[in-house]
């Protein structure tokens, strides 16, 4: 039913909608709408876990395939099983919609900030025929839109291109890879963070078109999860090849910088522009904790229960289980924890910043929500009513016994009513 349901929901949103004219602000339909990149659309959302070979035997943790056969479009919805969108069935947006609010997911893997703008805002479409803003103009229209998320800024800073390089030099033996890596990603911090700036400016400008004013949606910023451990949280040593057959196959150093540096530096940036546009923001840097590719704490075995499995996708290397581009996102199992980390932001009306984090042994969907920052409460400063004459008989029961009393030592004594 659920399946459906985001169908049409896309469907609609690609091609219009005859509702239009019974939607909006006004609308009875509520809507979450997720847009961005691959870390929100679904991607890799095929993979329950992982199995303890990247070729071969999938043991058990391949969605889509049953009874013997392979129907990816089980699992990526809508067509982007064939355009590489990859929208998952466990996605964000839909993992994180409870009863009464729509699901409608315009996320699409490998887009950058301009695949997310209007096209006649600067933007270009990117495997679908409409930019994502071009998209969300006709959802605003179907729908009340309650609550916008946005994943964007990793493609932009050329992480899938740093992530290769680090694989590829520990194939072949090579150096670690983090000092080229970080100063090509310094050099496109600047202009990413201005360019997510841009997309939250565009998609703003949307709303107001459509008859939304600032206070009747929730914007919310999202950053990324780290999928790879440190190196010292490895279960798997650098010698050998057991970090190529697991699928984590990066030197020590290089995991060390992805963890502790390049995921921390992206969140921070990130939250900056959410303070500087005054939206939402949500740190999910941490949220795969315990549960990364080759974790300590973690299991590649499809059976175990789901607070011990991997929740992010192995590296993929020459022929192998699945698309080279599922790599390193989170899987079926930490798209659930990513839509719970939502949801409970979500429902904290108070906060405007919060922290999800997981651990080893949690289950995806009991992941903690911590709030970094609430919002500022608006406190009225309290009038006191100042009395100057003793009142009237009449406005006796009206009046505060503070104000009585304030009239009568003004007046040196207490007024007794005649009548």
Not at 100 to 128: I, M, Q, W, Y
Not at 143 to 170: E, H, K, M, P
């Amino acid at each position: 039913m659920r399946r459906a349901t985001i169908a049409a929901v896309v469907l609609g949103a690609l091609l219009g909608s005859a509702t239009a004219a019974h939607a909006g602000p006004k609308s009875p339909q509520r809507a979450v709408v997720t847009l961005g990149d691959s870390y929100i659309s679904g991607e890799a959302g095929r993979w329950k876990g992982n199995s303890t070979t990247t070729s071969g035997d999938s043991a058990g943790t391949d969605r889509a395939f049953t009874g013997g056969v392979t129907d990816l479009t089980k699992v990526y919805l809508n067509g982007s099983d064939v355009n590489g969108c990859h929208r998952s069935d466990v996605s964000e947006a839909i993992s994180a919609t409870r009863l009464g609010t729509t699901a409608v997911n315009l996320a699409c893997s490998g887009s950058e900030t301009v695949n997310v703008l209007r096209k006649g805002s600067g933007g270009t479409p990117f495997k679908d025929a409409q930019t994502q803003g071009d998209q969300f103009v006709q959802v605003v229209k179907d729908f009340d839109v309650q609550v916008i998320v946005l994943s964007i800024g990793g493609n932009d800073l050329g992480f899938g291109d740093a992530a290769q390089d680090c694989v590829t030099r520990y194939l072949r033996g090579g150096s670690a890879c983090h000092d080229d890596a970080e100063k090509q990603i310094d050099a496109r911090m600047s202009r990413t963070m201005s360019n997510v700036r841009n997309v939250i400016d565009d998609l703003r400008a949307v709303m107001k078109d459509g008859g939304y004013d600032r206070d009747e949606y929730r914007f919310i910023l999202q950053s990324y999860p780290s999928p790879v451990p440190r190196g010292s949280e490895n279960r798997l040593g650098e010698k050998g090849w057991d970090r190529v057959t697991y699928g984590c196959g990066m030197w020590d150093s290089d995991l060390d910088w992805a963890r502790d540096t390049f995921v921390p530096t992206v969140a921070d940036q990130l939250r900056a522009v959410a303070v500087a546009e005054k939206v939402e923001f949500l740190d999910v840097r941490n949220l795969l904790q315990g549960h990364e590719i080759c974790s300590v704490s973690a299991k590649a075995d499809g059976t175990a229960a789901d607070g011990d499995l991997e929740w992010a996708r192995v590296v993929s290397v020459g022929v192998a289980q699945g698309d080279k581009q599922e790599s390193l996102h989170p899987n079926a199992l930490g798209q659930v924890a990513l839509g719970a980390c939502l949801r409970k932001a979500i429902a904290d009306k108070d906060g405007d910043e919060w922290m999800c984090r997981a651990g080893a042994g949690v289950a995806p969907q009991d992941v903690r929500l911590d709030p970094i920052r609430r919002k500022p409460v608006k406190v009225e400063p309290q009038r006191k009513r100042v009395v100057d004459v003793a009142p009237d008989p009449d406005d006796w029961a009206s009046l505060d016994q503070e104000d009585v009393d304030a009239a009568i030592e003004r007046r040196g004594g207490p007024a007794t009513p005649t009548g």
